[in-house]
């Protein structure tokens, strides 16, 4: 259930750098970064996992329809986003809110899709790059995957980055993703997070193999990473991402990692899984290891007070932008159906703006 002699880590769950035969690639990577680099990680990390926990708390009021949980996530989620340049394209799951809020969204707009306030959500080219969540599993892949074959044709100096689970991993299109990314020498990197469950289902029931074995059958070069190590999620992906844009052809990153929480608010995960292996997980938390290691390199109590109510503002601002939405019209369902006008749909808009129109004189 836990890390194997192929896994990279640079930073060990007692928050001390590793320097062994499989960190020393690396390493010089995290030397490049400053304390700014490094306090800016915890930052991202501290400050989602409290929006995270307000999300939660937003659903069980009611205020939203459902609410995705990233809590244990954010080492895997942080580093690899910040490895990305900005000319990069990243096409998420449906967990990836702090690489959203990284490349530039403001995460209020999962707040209003997961509300039914918004249909698809915001602009990708507005928010650095960053694509739609995708919620039919894996799928993601093949867009990535056709976007980053575009960047191969217009030999642009760019590379994509798509991220997927280890359930998405047993779904066709994530193989189909595969041979067209190997076939076509495309600019991508696949950031596997395994969290070891697709739902209810644990990952050992879904491969036999340890995942970043697979990529190896489609000619694709694989990693396993420490999901909850930030240092080695940005520094792996680093080297991806530019032997990706360079023209080495795809990689593939497995990151092991744990959804602390429940799948999403709809699930309940005591009625399928141990609590060792919670308490296991709880032990090599991200955030834990990193703030041992910021202060160990002489980051004060200062920095991370600052940083902690910084996550209570975000906390506040969403709770206050949450209320103030307003429900908007029923007649929004059916603007995007699809580019041209179409009775069918049009006769069900027709039957709606009846139906409610037939309440008129009625008091609430
Ligand atoms: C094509 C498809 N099949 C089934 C589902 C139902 N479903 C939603 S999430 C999920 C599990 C996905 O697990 P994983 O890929 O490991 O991602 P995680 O949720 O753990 O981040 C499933 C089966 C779906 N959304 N889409
Ligand atoms: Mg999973």
Redesign the pocket.
Known sequence: MSYTEATVQLLSPQGTLVENDLSAPYLPLIEKLDDAALKDFHRHMVVIRRFDIEAGNLQRQGQLALW?PSLG?EGAQVGSAFAARPQDHIFP???EHVVGRIRGLDVMKIIEMLRGQSHGGWIPAETGNFHLYT?????QSLHATGYAMGQKFEGADEATMVY????????G?VSEALVFGASYQAPIVYFL???????S?P?DR?SRTPLYLRPSGFGIPGVQIDGNDVLAAYAVTTANLDAARSGQGPRFIEALTY?MGA??SSDDPTKYREREEEQFWSERDPIARFETYLKSKGADDAFFSEVAAEAEDLAADIRARTFALEAPPASKVFANVYTDPHPGVDAEAAWQAAYEASFDGESA
């Open positions: 995705i996530q799951a449906y967990r919620l039919v599993i894996g799928s997927f689970g280890d359930g998405a991993t047993s779904q299109d997070q395994n969290n070891h469950w697709a739902i289902v990952v879904q959804r799948h999403t």
